[in-house]
């Protein structure tokens, strides 16, 4: 890949007095991050092929086995451009992982959680949502149902990751395995709209709108808090100190005025009530014109410098108390949060039942051993400005919060790939319909590896959807849309309520830009479209296919 050349640097050609841009290939600056990509993804794919026939054995259909892997691949890859996408947009966004960096987490942990807790059996009628007790004795009009199931979800998927549309990999599959099953039965004669459970098309109706409330709720009150609570003194702080202010003022005076005399001085009121600008974890307060952070720079401007200075180092003070104090019982209640989810819904997929005494027990000891930590670590942030401890902070705590999202995804989501393809092999396999498929290790792992690359690949316009596009993130912000989306998906499995934890997410981020003022509602009028038409669009796509499909193996 040709170098760059650094401002400054004595080779560097000029062109008009300017240095020439730097040239890539076709691929881009990241031309090995695609071609190592593509190139495990291909290899992958001729493996798990090479493994499939011999698994299914020599009498199978070779065109079939070839479609469903096509197929089952397709959609693994779609999934891991929107949803895990969507997952990782509030990271990326906030600037706490790089577009790469989230890759090797996705790599690992996303994986992990397929391979770990992806589940050693899956069922073969998704949901209870189509009746195919008719087709339980035609194994290849089952088997066909399933492939047409998957290609009508992740074609859908492809082209609402192409416009930037986070959108439900349970619905888009859902909807796949209605079209092709009503379609089928209306063909065959063994039903119809009547297969349909309209109860569950309900619930997901519903789930439209109660999983974007609930994380926009807990989000909203979560990052208010913590905008109140933690980030106000530093925003304050950094308006009133010397950085973009005052530059011969220095923030490390020792002569620091008591906090009583500052918090008197005269103006100084004017300067606190104006918390609403803490965007205090970015490199700079935001100071365009008629910004919150631009008013609260006017109003300290009025202070004298003595004013300015002693008003200054009761923020500071404040600023580091709040990270000393605040953020470590935060930080315990997250992973309280986090941990219970992996608990009861990554973890519970491997066999291992915890009971509520002995989870309680494990869950106290983490919270106790994670607010020591924190508490540790903050102390040692004294050594940083405000702004960038505050930044460092939150930026840990999105990692992990990440982390954990990834596992549970990938624990979770991948079934929306495995669950039919499994339905398929087992088919090929054996020549009959079982209620529950067993799902080959080699499975989870072509499909988890299939699921990251699509998120290499298709994923960044729905990051960029989710991370900048519905409101601006920062490690505070998406670390709180990241906690709250997770307690409402875990409370919403303990109350058994409808909900789609895409949805929740993308709630979640819209609560922080109501905190901030700035959430994008136009953009989400195309995105709550999208979430419609999801089922029905995967819907009508496995309803063609099922016929293609029809037509050419069994003319």
Same mark, same amino acid.
């Given at each position: 890949?040709?170098?760059?050349?650094?401002?400054?640097?004595?080779?560097?050609?000029?062109?008009?007095?300017?240095?020439?841009?730097?040239?890539?290939?076709?691929?881009?600056?990241?031309?090995?991050?695609?071609?190592?990509?593509?190139?495990?993804?291909?290899?992958?794919?001729?493996?798990?092929?090479?493994?499939?026939?011999?698994?299914?054995?020599?009498? +199978?259909? =070779?065109?079939? /086995?070839?479609?469903?892997? !096509?197929?089952? $691949? #397709?959609? &693994?890859?779609?999934?891991g451009g929107n949803d895990v996408a969507n997952s990782f947009g509030t990271s990326v966004g906030a600037g706490t992982l790089t577009m790469k960096q989230a890759l090797v987490v996705a790599a690992v942990f996303e994986v992990s959680g397929a391979v770990l807790a992806g589940g050693s059996v899956t069922e073969t009628v998704r949901s209870g949502i189509v009746d195919l007790g008719g087709l339980q004795s035609d194994a290849p009009a089952f088997a066909y149902i399933m492939m047409s199931a998957l290609l009508g979800a992740a074609v859908w998927l492809l082209l609402a990751t192409r416009m930037g549309w986070p959108v439900s990999t349970t619905h888009a599959i859902i909807g796949g395995i209605v079209g092709a099953a009503v379609t089928t039965g209306l063909v065959t004669g063994t039903g119809g709209l009547a297969m349909v459970q309209w109860g569950e098309i309900g619930q997901i109706a519903v789930s439209? +709108?109660? =999983?974007?409330? /609930?994380?926009?709720?807990? !989000?909203?009150? $979560? #990052?208010? &808090?913590?905008?109140?609570?933690?980030?106000?003194?530093?925003?304050?702080?950094?308006?009133?100190?010397?950085?973009?202010?005052?530059e011969d003022d220095d923030e490390d005076d020792d002569n620091d005025a008591s906090e009583d005399e500052s918090r008197h001085v005269p103006g100084y009121e004017r300067v606190t009530e104006l918390q609403q600008s803490a965007f205090a974890e970015s490199a700079e307060l935001d100071r365009r014109p008629g910004s919150p952070g631009a008013e609260l720079v006017e109003q300290a401007g009025q202070l004298s410098k003595k004013e300015r200075k002693a008003a200054r180092n009761v923020e500071r003070k404040a600023a580091y108390h709040a990270l000393e104090k605040r953020v470590p019982p935060l930080a315990a209640g997250a992973a309280v949060v986090i941990a219970a989810m992996l608990m009861f819904k990554g973890l519970g997929n491997v066999g291992l039942e915890f009971t509520l005494w002995r989870a309680g027990v494990m869950l106290i000891m983490l919270a106790v051993g994670v607010w020591m930590a924190t508490t540790v670590f903050a102390r040692a942030l004294r050594?940083?400005?405000?702004?960038?401890?505050?930044?460092?902070m939150f930026s840990w705590l999105q990692v992990f919060t990440a982390c954990a999202f990834a596992f549970s995804h990938g624990a979770n989501d991948i079934a929306n790939a495995v669950g039919p393809f499994a339905a398929v092999l087992d088919v090929l396999r054996t020549g009959t319909v079982s209620q529950e498929?067993?799902?080959?290790?080699?499975?989870?792992?072509a499909f988890g590896v299939a699921l990251i690359a699509g998120?290499?690949?298709?994923?960044?316009?729905?990051?960029?959807?989710?991370?900048?596009?519905?409101?601006?993130?920062?490690?505070?912000?998406?670390?709180?849309?990241?906690?709250?989306?997770?307690?409402?998906?875990?409370?919403?499995?303990?109350?058994?309520l409808p909900v789609s934890s895409t949805h929740i997410l993308i709630g979640a981020v819209l609560g922080v830009g109501i905190v901030n003022r700035a959430a994008n509602w136009k953009l989400m009028r195309p995105i709550f479209l999208a979430w419609i038409i999801t089922l029905p669009a995967a819907a009508g796509i496995g309803a063609v296919t099922v016929l293609l499909l029809r037509a050419l193996f069994l003319a």
């Open positions: 890949m040709p170098r760059t050349h650094e401002p400054g640097s004595s080779d560097r050609p000029a062109v008009s007095g300017r240095a020439a841009p730097a040239q890539y290939g076709a691929l881009g600056p990241d031309r090995n991050w695609h071609l190592g990509a593509g190139l495990i993804l291909v290899a992958t794919a001729v493996a798990f092929t090479i493994w499939a026939f011999t698994h299914t054995g020599t009498g +199978v259909n =070779s065109f079939i /086995l070839i479609l469903a892997i !096509a197929f089952g $691949l #397709f959609m &693994a890859f779609n999934i439209w +709108v109660l =999983s974007p409330l /609930l994380g926009g709720i807990a !989000a909203y009150l $979560l #990052f208010g &808090a913590i905008k109140r609570r933690i980030l106000a003194p530093a925003a304050r702080a950094i308006a009133l100190g010397s950085r973009g202010f005052d050594k940083q400005t405000i702004s960038r401890a505050t930044f460092i498929a067993a799902v080959p290790m080699a499975v989870l792992i998120l290499w690949f298709v994923g960044r316009k729905v990051i960029h959807t989710v991370g900048t596009g519905l409101t601006s993130m920062h490690p505070s912000s998406g670390f709180a849309a990241e906690l709250a989306a997770a307690a409402t998906v875990l409370l919403a499995s303990v109350l058994g």
